[in-house]
């Protein structure tokens, strides 16, 4: 068998053209455009490189972007100053503090200080008991991600046995939860589970979101079984540009699953995606604004 190869770019093409379509509506209805703040400390390059692509696929949603950048060295006083500023700012819909910050700054300080109404990313623990106990709020970003795809290539996903692999706030354990929403039969793995392959193989939904290059090989899965590949692992190939590869080893894993996510073109895109969705969501929750998709 070759598994399919499901089109995580095309799936947030998409998802971003019906929020670019949504955002018409609300600008012509409202007389303003949803907001997104971002805030960047440091100069860490990977964090750049994900704030700027934030903005491009904001301004391109007809949104509007607010980016702000601090000092390395910045007082965590400051951003949460910042922070106050931006959840009192009428302006702004979402924010979004970029992850990780430097070692004076205590992250779960400063996403707890972000209006659970405004965090789009999820991360707040308001959203975190809101998600677990099925009311709504805000979905991370990669989490959600996920759910699209795998409703998109599975539908109904009732009774379905998943196995996730990782347990971290951000990635495993709301998708956990998303999928327990969804009435599938949900396994969480981690690093002291006993003998992983032999879980993987008892699943119909396979979710790697560990860290490990290529750890997840073909004779671990089901025939037919769905793979999500959540990781983002750099491995260096000896040729000066590091190659980009995900959790599952795809080449072995192409032979036995049914689908599976490419690293990239998968998940990552979906994550963008998923982020101008929640800011949209959040603007017309803001502003009783009814969306006509569900998005
Ligand atoms: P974390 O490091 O926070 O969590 C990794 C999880 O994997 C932990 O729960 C850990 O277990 C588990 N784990 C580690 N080693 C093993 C092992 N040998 N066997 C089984 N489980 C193991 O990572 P994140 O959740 O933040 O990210 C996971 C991956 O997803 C990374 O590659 C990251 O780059 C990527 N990512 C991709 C995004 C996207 O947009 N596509 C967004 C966010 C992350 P334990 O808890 O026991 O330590």
């Known amino acids: ?91 702004v819909d979402g924010i979004l503090v970029q992850l990780p910050l430097p070692p004076q700054i205590d992250a779960s300080k400063v996403i707890t200080r972000i209006d659970p109404d405004k965090d789009v990313d999820g991360f707040n623990p308001v959203n975190a008991g809101r998600v677990a106990i099925g009311l709504p709020g805000f979905v991370p970003c990669t989490p959600l991600g996920c759910l699209k795809l795998l409703k998109a290539e599975r539908g109904r996903l009732t009774g379905l046995d998943a196995v996730i692999i990782g347990r971290s706030n951000i990635v495993g354990k709301p998708i956990a939860l998303l999928l327990l929403g ?44 769905t793979v999500i590949d959540v990781g983002i692992n750099r491995i260096d190939v000896g040729e000066g540009t590091p190659r980009l590869v995900g959790d599952v080893d795809f080449a072995s894993a192409s032979e036995i699953a049914g689908a599976i996510t490419p690293v990239p073109g998968g998940v990552g895109p979906m994550t963008i995606a998923c982020l101008i969705r929640n800011t949209l969501v959040s603007a017309a929750r803001r502003e009783g604004f009814e969306l006509e998709t569900s998005l």
Do not use: C, N
């Open 182 to 225: 969804e009435s599938a039969t949900v396994t969480v793995a981690h690093s002291r589970t006993r003998d992983l392959p032999e879980v993987v193989r008892r699943a119909d939904i396979v979710i790697a979101a560990v860290g490990r290059p290529e750890m997840v090989k073909g004779d671990w899965l089901k025939p037919g079984a």
């Open 1 to 91: 068998m070759t598994a399919s190869t499901i089109d995580g770019k095309a799936a947030a093409l998409a998802l971003r053209e019906q929020v670019r379509d949504e955002v018409l509506r609300f600008r012509d209805t409202t007389g303003r455009a949803p907001g997104l703040a971002v805030v960047l400390v440091g100069e860490d390059p990977a964090s750049a490189i994900y704030v700027r692509s934030k903005g491009k696929a904001t301004r391109e949603a007809g949104m509007e972007s607010f980016e702000h950048k601090l000092p390395a060295d910045a007082a965590e006083d400051e951003l949460l100053a910042l922070v106050d500023r931006l959840s009192a700012d009428p302006t």
